[in-house]
Every structure is written in C-alpha cells, then in structure tokens.
C-alpha cells in the first residue's frame, strides 16, 4: 500500500516536471526578455566616451531601429579599443509631442469648430426601418 502512494507520487511529480519543463520557451542566449525589447520599435543610440572615434561622435543622438542598427564597433573605427556600447530605447522617436501637421488635431489642419448642428434634414440613416425597403 505504502508503494503504491510512493510510485503514485513519483510518476506524478515527473508529470509535473515535464509539463513544467515542456511549457518553458526557450530563448537563444544574449537575447533580453526586458520590456524595452518587446516594442516594435525598440531602438539604440551609441554611447562613447571621450576618446571615441570620429564615426561615432557624427552619430550622436541619432536613435536606429534595434534591428537596423550598425555593428559596434563601426565599420569607419579607428580607435585600437572601441569603448563604444548602445543604450536602449522604448521607441525610436526621441520627442514625446506626437503631433502631426496632416492630423485633423496638428498644425492648422482642422476644419475649425462648430457649437451646433448645422444640417437642417434630419439623418437619413437614423430609424430605418428594413422592412420599407
């Protein structure tokens, strides 16, 4: 009796595990699950300190789309030790002012307002009746 309790928890503990195991997504290494990757437009910028090369320092506060960035160290490096690392962006768009001069809200690209209703008839698609056609 007490054998059979043991065998029926044993094979119900290794049930568990490899459901537990088999359930897990594997991820390849170097990948980061942080929540600044999860967005479509993740973004880097190159970080350098002072002795950078000349290729970086033209870079500076130009945002990439993680996927489109250049490899470190860059291609016109000619530095002996490349010291240059990306930071990590949520989104590519540096600004957080999302306005845009084609929006009906953007730069003068409303059609103005209006206090009241101006159209005399009365909607033609309110309380149709499907049966009257």
């Known amino acids: 009796m007490e054998q059979t309790l043991l065998v029926i928890a044993v094979v119900g503990l290794l049930a568990w595990l490899f459901l537990r195991h088999r359930d897990k997504k594997t991820e390849p290494a170097g990948k980061s699950t942080s929540d600044s990757t999860k967005s479509a437009y993740h973004a880097v910028s190159i970080k350098y ?18 996927s489109e960035a250049p490899r470190l160290p860059l291609p016109e490096c000619d530095v002996s030790e490349c010291s240059c690392r990306f930071a990590h ?16 809200s953007g730069f003068g690209g409303g059609t103005g307002s209006f206090e009241k209703e101006r159209r005399e008839r ?12």
Request: net charge positive; glycine share 2%.
């Open 49 to 66: 300190d002072a002795n950078a090369c000349e290729a970086a320092q033209k870079m500076s506060g130009r945002r990439f789309l993680a």
């Open 89 to 104: 962006h949520e989104d590519r768009r540096s600004s957080t002012d999302r306005r845009s001069p084609f929006a009906a």
């Open 122 to 133: 009365k909607d033609r698609r309110k309380n149709v009746d499907p049966s009257d056609s």
